[in-house]
């Protein structure tokens, strides 16, 4: 072998997309019967309290589910920030 041959040229790719790009979206919880905002809202059973913090801690794409109760907050605003914002709104459990 000649090693002053030219090295081989392998084809490649390379990936510029942000790391954010390679996270599957989240579902994300909130109760205003059991949650709490220092919960990590993935869960149910570990719901935030407020659609405000649901949203400082959703991303586009993610998803809100939001159980029924009486919320302290102007929902129809809250929701449609959401949703503006592409993060999709759900209804979580039932009332009971």
Do not use: W
């Not at 954010?20 to 709490?36: I, R």
Request: glycine content about 8%; proline content about 4%; hydrophobic content about 45%.
């Amino acid at each position: 072998m000649n090693s002053s041959a030219p090295a081989a040229c392998l084809p490649f790719r390379l990936d510029l997309r942000l790391a954010s790009d390679d996270v599957d979206a989240m579902a994300l919880y909130v109760s205003p019967k059991t949650g709490s905002d220092t919960n990590d809202g993935r869960t149910l059973a570990s719901a935030f309290k407020t659609i405000q913090h649901a949203m400082h801690v959703a991303q586009s794409g993610d998803t809100l589910a939001i159980a029924p109760g009486i919320y302290d907050q102007d929902l129809d605003k809250r929701i449609g920030a959401a949703r503006a914002a592409g993060i999709i709104v759900t209804v979580a459990g039932s009332e009971s």
